[in-house]
Each structure stands twice: as structure tokens, then as C-alpha cells.
Nanobody
């Protein structure tokens, strides 16, 4: 059974930084593209960053230059370094495959940014 756990969220002032972690277990075989998604109040869940199996990454324009996604294949862990956080980055952050698999959604980790 696949289990994904996100962690690292919290309360930070605007301009601050957080590092999110996503640990996956129970996924057999090669994991290709993995992404960080977020869902803010009143918004749909959106993909903000993705990384493929060889480290190639892509970002939504709203986070480009501020967020960095990385992965440790040996640990089945994906990270999201978030710098220069803005109030509009506040959301619950999730990780999942790209394209996502509905049954893989975890609880997410809450990011709150104070202005």
C-alpha cells in the first residue's frame, strides 16, 4: 500500500523560507515524475513544481526563482525549498506523482505566511 507523508510546513513571515519534505513508501518500481501541489483557500489544487527521474525540474511561473524542488531517489524523498515566501503562497502543500494518482494523496502540510 502506498503511503505519502508530507512535512515541514509551518508559520513564517513574508520573505522567510521553509523546506518541505515528502516521503513515499510502498511504491514499487521506478518513480518517474513527482510534483508538489498546493491548495489555498478557495482555490483548486495546483501543481507548483515537478521533477523527473533524472533531476529535470519545472515550475509554475508564480514560484519560479523562489522555489527549488529536489529528490533523493535512495530515500524515496522529494523536497521543496521555498524562499522569499509571500502571503499568496499560503496553502496546504501535497506531493504526488505527475500525473497525480488520486489514491496517493496524503494529508499535506500547512504553510502559513504572515505579512
Amino acid at each position: 500500500q502506498v503511503h505519502i507523508t508530507e512535512s515541514g510546513g509551518g508559520l513564517v513571515q513574508a520573505g522567510g523560507s521553509l523546506r518541505l519534505s515528502c516521503a513515499a513508501s510502498g511504491i514499487t518500481g521506478r518513480i518517474n515524475s513527482v510534483g508538489w501541489y498546493r491548495q489555498g483557500p478557495g482555490h483548486q489544487r495546483e501543481l507548483v513544481a515537478g521533477i523527473n527521474s533524472i533531476g529535470g525540474s519545472h515550475y509554475d511561473d508564480s514560484v519560479k526563482g523562489r522555489f527549488t524542488i529536489s529528490r533523493d531517489n535512495a530515500k524515496n524523498t522529494v523536497y521543496l525549498q521555498m524562499n522569499s515566501l509571500r502571503p499568496e503562497d499560503a496553502a496546504v502543500y501535497y506531493c504526488n506523482l505527475i500525473p497525480y494518482v488520486t489514491r496517493y494523496w496524503g494529508q499535506g502540510t500547512q504553510v502559513t505566511v504572515s505579512s
